[in-house]
């Protein structure tokens, strides 16, 4: 079950940590998630996020989050990966040329 989502932390690149550090830095260490009126959450980022699941790693795909967003985006998202996809959505997941 969920084979395609358990290897996630594996396929991060090896400056990872560096990205992490600039994501956070550029976000000034705040929780980018929008309530539903549009306000940024704000609360100290922890984390950092995948905007759009996946492989690209790039500045624009990632944010800071607080664990609390992150979590229950994540788990958003693993439920998400659980149930079958169309196919036109999983081609463009692959697509190996969105590398920042
Ligand atoms: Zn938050």
Excluded: F
């Excluded at 989502?5 to 990205?19: F, V």
């Amino acid at each position: 079950m969920a084979w395609n989502t358990s290897n996630r932390r594996d396929r991060l690149p090896r400056d990872w940590h560096i990205r992490r550090a600039r994501v956070l830095r550029r976000d000034g260490y705040g929780c980018q998630a929008l309530d539903s009126l549009g306000a940024k959450c704000g609360e100290p980022a922890t984390d950092v996020d995948h905007v759009n699941p996946g492989d690209d790693h790039g500045y624009g795909n990632l944010q800071a989050l607080c664990r609390w967003h992150h979590a229950r985006k994540s788990s958003a998202e693993g439920a998400a990966a659980r149930r079958p996809r169309p196919t036109q959505r999983r081609e463009a997941e692959r697509h190996p040329g969105m590398l920042a």
